[in-house]
């Protein structure tokens, strides 16, 4: 699966990375936590989505966006 990562997860991770993944979105998120603990509040926060719509299953041919909470106001 292909990540592409947005806000502060890009500024801490990266603009994206690769690695082989099928799944549901909590398993994405504890992968990611146990990866980067330092972002786990962030983590467990954002949502995922692929083709233009949040999604909570994922397959390793996807590429999945994560967006992390937005703050404003």
């Keep these: 699966m292909k990540i ?14 690769e690695f082989e993944f099928d799944g549901t979105e909590e398993e994405l998120k504890a992968y ?27 397959k390793n041919s996807d590429t999945v966006f994560a967006i992390p909470p937005v703050s404003g106001g």
């Design 32 to 58: 990611l936590c146990n990866k980067y603990p330092h972002l786990c509040d962030i983590i467990k926060s954002s949502r995922f989505a692929k083709e233009n719509e949040y999604v909570k299953e994922f």
């Design 4 to 17: 592409v990562y947005f806000s502060i997860l890009k500024e801490r991770i990266g603009a994206f990375e």
